[in-house]
């Protein structure tokens, strides 16, 4: 059963380095609780506990903030997008932490 997923994308950060967030949207997703060891863009080791399954295209941007069903945040660490026959956009497959 399709679950509901509140996105707050990131934007700018300000003066103390901290990211700044825009307006908070809904997709329809499918939430796994799975622990993925990931590298990110400097090679450094991060852990995802979370895999989010997004159906369509909800052009994520990394460190945006994913509000879980269970009222969990988690930050996006890696979006993968998968494409149908035709090239659109299926579903986007994020991974996330705390």
Do not use: W
Request: charged letters at 20%.
């Amino acid at each position: 059963m399709p679950e509901t997923v509140q996105v707050v994308a990131s934007g700018s950060k300000n003066n103390y380095g901290e990211f700044t967030y825009g307006a908070t949207t809904s997709y329809s997703a499918h939430v796994r609780k799975v622990v993925t060891m990931l590298r990110d863009n400097t090679g450094d080791s991060l852990e995802s506990d979370t895999i989010v399954y997004i159906y369509g295209d909800a052009s994520l941007a990394l460190d945006s903030q994913l509000t879980l069903p269970d009222s969990t945040v988690r930050t996006v660490y890696k979006v993968e997008s998968v494409s149908d026959e035709t090239g659109s956009i299926h579903h986007q497959t994020v991974y996330c932490g705390a």
